[in-house]
């Protein structure tokens, strides 16, 4: 069984472009969600999606915003790119999003010079 | 208030041995599921265990059981039979209320080094 697939895994982004990075979750698992990982910050919620609809979403500015496919597969976008935005980005997909077990993907690390 | 506090920001530990990694968790709504998760080097978050706020047994998984003590608000994870590869970042995580789908609050880690 396929685990959460994330892409791609290393991004290089220059300040004020915009971003998109993708999530495929296990199959089957219709919740997605996204946490932005920083030395300075650690983990931090970003936003969940089930079938194609947010329904929680984290403290950080409009310019972080995301959306999910009717396949459940998972894109998250950051416009205008900001040296601070630079992290690994984590997605974690479950059954239900109330499920005992979320998995995470290897993650995409984003570099913005 | 820090939702998930862990105190230890690096352990080490003897292969073979046992080794317990702090976590206290602050929250006041009755419903609550807490989870460890292991990050390596590669990043990737593994899933080791989950403990919900009404389960009356401590949650075990192979080399992993969860030290629970609701009343003191702690869940300390313990490993047994340390092994090598168990050398990574350890988080652990609290998802709370029936509503907060897969919205984690995480703590800070505890880097764990085990020595052959």
């Known amino acids: 069984k396929a685990g959460v697939t994330q892409t791609p895994r290393y991004l290089i982004k220059t300040r004020g472009q915009q971003v998109t990075l993708s999530c495929s979750p296990i199959s089957g698992h219709r919740s997605v969600s996204w946490y932005q990982q920083t030395p300075g910050q650690g983990l931090q919620f970003l936003f969940e999606y089930f079938s194609e609809t947010q329904r929680n979403k984290g403290n950080f500015p409009g310019r972080f915003s995301g959306r999910q496919f009717s396949n459940s597969r998972s894109e998250m976008n950051v416009s205008t790119l900001e040296l601070g935005d630079s992290a690994l980005y984590l997605c974690a997909s479950s059954l239900t999003g109330e499920a005992a077990e979320a998995f995470f993907g290897q993650g995409t690390r984003l570099t913005v010079v | 208030a820090q939702k998930i506090t862990q105190t230890q920001p690096g352990m080490f530990v003897q292969e073979k041995e046992a080794v317990t990694l702090d976590c206290t968790y602050d929250t006041s709504d009755p419903s609550y599921g807490l989870f460890w998760y292991k990050q390596p080097s590669s990043g990737e978050m593994i899933f080791l265990i989950y403990?919900?706020?009404?389960?009356?047994q401590n949650a075990t998984e192979g080399r992993y059981s969860l030290n629970f003590q609701k009343a003191r608000k702690s869940a300390n994870l313990v490993i047994s039979a340390s092994q090598l590869g168990d050398s990574a970042m350890y988080f652990c995580a609290m998802r709370e209320g029936e509503y907060n789908f897969n919205k984690f609050y995480f703590g800070s880690g505890t880097k764990l080094n085990v020595k052959p």
């Open positions: 403990q919900g706020s009404y389960d009356q």
